[in-house]
């Protein structure tokens, strides 16, 4: 169908203001956070409720127009921005931004996929209760994209990815048939986990709009620790020490390079007198103050290489610190971002190994979710033509040592053709099944996931 065409059917369902077709007003969701992905769309179009996305969805599918869903577009992957020739329609959820009201009774609250974290926290904070899903882009992702990408965040260790603190969705099929299981009742075992299925799925299966959400409590009382540390193993001796205690809400990693790059960029003073070859941040949390039980296990820790927290403002501070990586290595180019998991016992000799593996290709910043063996391998400078071959090489390590070339952002198109490393051919055969069978044309999203 002639895009004019299709502009005017869609301007009929969501209002010709949110149909856009000029290419300045395209361009911003066009291309991905870290310009490395970009594309161009057919059109974009801006739905206001899960009725117009349907009708959206079944107008694209008449006309066998693919369309590729985007929320805040944080993603990392290439998975939320259209194709440079694919002709895609972008479907941006952020108009689907209403938040339901909290049920105390279950902790629960139903929200539009175009609701942004930080504000659904503002809003469940109001009630003592919090999303127990927590990530640095909170001021820009939407829960629809969390949910696409079953992000992981800074807290997985206390609570889980997103997938374990969705209790349900709605979702619309590539045809514009919409699936409602937003009941979020805590048991329920009537067939197939259709939202589990649905959370992860990035978009290739069903068009996320609404989401029934667990909530847990907020916990009032908190300490913040940056720790200096002479290596990855010494990180993963002290998370040991720490994993015991019932307070620990988030261990996060990085190294002296990265932490050089954020102190420039950001002009915050340094931590300590003394640069560290790895550091790590430690959240601790409670009804009553996690402090003390803080404290006992930094004692081992010699003295100087701790910074400990406890105002809200300070915490913020040492915070900074790791969450400012992503931002500040975007200030200085465009990087390679290869977000892996690896056992945790294997993380030390991963870092240790990945020099040889890069043979000096790329300036290699290392940060992350150390509890989970979850490793941000962010590469600056690496030649054009090198970057597959390095991709490649990274993935296939990660995969020789029992990780997984994808922890928290999706496969998206960065990743698809090194699906395999991690999953069997059998495995590939399923989920092209449960894609074929929920998206027979491959109009959600092509080129994602699943290798062409
Ligand atoms: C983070 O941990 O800050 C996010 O995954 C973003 C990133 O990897 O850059
Ligand atoms: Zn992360």
């Not at 307070?247 to 003073?269: K, N, Q």
């Not at 977000?339 to 993380?347: G, M, N, S």
């Not at 390095?390 to 922890?407: C, D, K, N």
């Amino acid at each position: 169908m002639h895009t004019d065409r299709l502009a005017q059917q869609l301007s009929a369902v969501v209002g010709p203001a949110h149909v856009l077709s000029d290419p300045a007003l395209r361009a911003s969701y066009e291309t991905d956070f870290t310009g490395r992905y970009r594309g161009r769309a057919r059109l974009v179009v801006r739905p206001a409720g899960t009725a117009q996305v349907a009708e959206v969805l079944r107008r694209c599918h008449a006309a066998r127009v693919p369309v590729v869903a985007q929320g805040g577009n944080t993603g990392l992957v290439g998975g939320s921005v259209p194709t440079p020739d694919g002709g895609e329609v972008v479907l941006s959820l952020r108009r689907l931004d209403g938040v339901g009201a909290v049920d105390p009774a279950v902790g629960q609250v139903t929200v539009g996929a175009g609701v942004v974290l930080s504000e659904l926290q503002s809003r469940v904070a109001a009630h003592g209760l919090r999303f127990g899903v927590d990530l640095a882009a909170r001021d820009s992702a939407t829960l629809g994209g969390m949910i696409a990408t079953n992000a992981g965040g800074e807290r997985v260790v206390r609570y889980g990815t997103t997938r374990a603190n969705v209790a349900g969705l709605e979702a619309v099929l590539a045809d514009g048939t919409v699936l409602d299981r937003l009941a979020g009742l805590p048991k329920d075992n009537t067939g197939y986990d259709l939202t589990g299925l649905l959370v992860g799925s990035e978009g290739t299966l069903a068009v996320v709009t609404r989401a029934r959400l667990r909530l847990v409590p907020w916990l009032p009382r908190r300490v913040t620790a940056l720790v200096g540390l002479d290596s990855p193993a010494a990180a993963l001796d002290l998370v040991a020490r720490l994993r015991p205690l019932d307070s620990l809400e988030l261990a996060e990693f990085f190294t002296a390079e990265g932490l050089a790059l954020v102190l420039r960029t950001s002009g915050l003073p340094a931590p300590f007198r003394t640069a560290y070859p790895v550091y790590l941040l430690v959240e601790c949390a409670g009804r009553r103050d996690p402090a003390e039980e803080l404290a006992e296990v930094l004692d081992a820790v010699e003295p100087g290489r701790t910074a400990v927290a406890l105002a809200d403002a300070d915490r913020r501070r040492l915070a900074a610190y790791r969450e400012r990586h992503t931002e500040s290595i975007n200030a200085a180019g465009i990087p390679l971002k290869l977000d892996v998991t690896v056992p945790v016992a294997e993380l030390p000799g991963f870092v240790a190994d990945l020099p040889g593996v890069l043979a000096g290709r790329g300036r290699p910043y290392l940060f992350g979710h150390v509890a989970e063996g979850n490793l941000h391998v962010n590469l600056l400078e690496v030649a054009a033509e090198d970057e597959e071959a390095v991709t490649g090489a990274v993935l296939e390590r990660v995969a020789a040592v029992g990780g997984s070339i994808s922890a928290e952002h999706g496969v998206g198109r960065a990743k698809a053709r090194y699906l395999h490393l991690s999953r069997s051919a059998a495995e590939i055969a399923v989920m092209r099944s449960v894609k074929a069978a929920l998206d027979p044309e491959g109009l959600l999203n092509p080129g994602a996931v699943l290798p062409r």
